[in-house]
């Protein structure tokens, strides 16, 4: 054999090995793939329901072949429907829920409150008349929203709803500082002290409730300290 033929021959069983050793073509053949054995449940389920069915089939002059598509294609329907429903509640639950009126507070309330409050303050009760004030308003909110108030609700937490309006936030937020600083901090609260929650209810009673609240809702004469 010529060097030239020879060393064609090399070349070719090279090229061969290169093709038979690349890992990314299969020369051996494809074994056979047997699908997994239908588990025993499901093939007791397939025994109920044709035995539940079979009969309505051929009352119906349907085979079971047939009526077992058609269960099928209802099963498919039904999942399909389930799925839509599932995501036209989630859909909803993403969409912004339209805002509810903001809340204000009823001006014949508003009136009989700061009268209670100011007979406490007018004692010497600041603490007590400040909490009333708190309170009362409290009753006034859950009264309007029962829904958004639970019993383990905190006063800060209220004020912070979103229907309280920005001005309404502020007072609650303030009233329900000065009772912490009484109750939780045994800090009792002076003339002053209640003198800023009350001017805070007042304002913003009166905003809420139209310009005639405010001269009705003047402020009683306050003793300059508490009581011995």
């Known amino acids: 054999m010529s060097t030239a033929a020879s060393d064609s021959s090399h070349r070719v069983h090279d090229a061969w090995r290169a093709i038979r050793d690349a890992r990314d073509l299969q020369f051996a053949?494809?074994?056979?793939?047997?699908?997994?054995?239908?588990?025993?449940?499901?093939?007791?389920?397939a025994r109920f329901l044709r035995a539940l069915f079979e009969p309505v089939g051929r009352a119906l002059g349907l085979s079971w072949p047939v009526m077992e598509k058609a269960l099928i294609g209802l099963l498919a329907l039904g999942l399909a429907l389930l799925v839509w429903r599932i995501g036209v509640r989630l859909w909803a639950m993403r969409r912004p829920?339209?805002?509810?009126?903001?809340?204000?507070?009823?001006?014949?309330?508003?009136?009989?409150?700061l009268d209670d409050a100011d007979a406490l303050a007018a004692q010497g009760r600041f603490d007590e008349a400040t909490h009333l004030l708190l309170l009362r308003s409290l009753e006034h909110i859950a009264e309007a929203?029962?829904?958004?108030?639970?019993?383990?609700?905190?006063?800060?937490?209220?004020?912070?709803?979103?229907?309280?309006s920005a001005p309404a936030r502020a007072t609650f937020g303030r009233i329900a500082a000065l009772?912490?600083?009484?109750?939780?901090?045994?800090?009792p609260l002076e003339a002053q002290d209640w003198a800023a929650a009350r001017a805070a209810y007042s304002d913003f009673a009166a905003s809420a409730a139209g310009s005639g609240f405010a001269a009705s809702a003047a402020g009683a004469d306050l003793p300059e300290q508490r009581p011995a």
């Open 179 to 187: 009772v912490e600083q009484a109750r939780y901090a045994l800090r």
């Open 97 to 113: 829920a339209p805002a509810a009126p903001e809340w204000r507070p009823d001006a014949a309330a508003a009136r009989a409150l």
């Open 29 to 45: 053949p494809v074994p056979n793939w047997t699908p997994p054995p239908t588990p025993d449940w499901l093939k007791a389920l």
């Open 145 to 164: 929203r029962p829904a958004a108030l639970t019993p383990a609700s905190t006063a800060r937490e209220i004020a912070a709803q979103p229907f309280l």
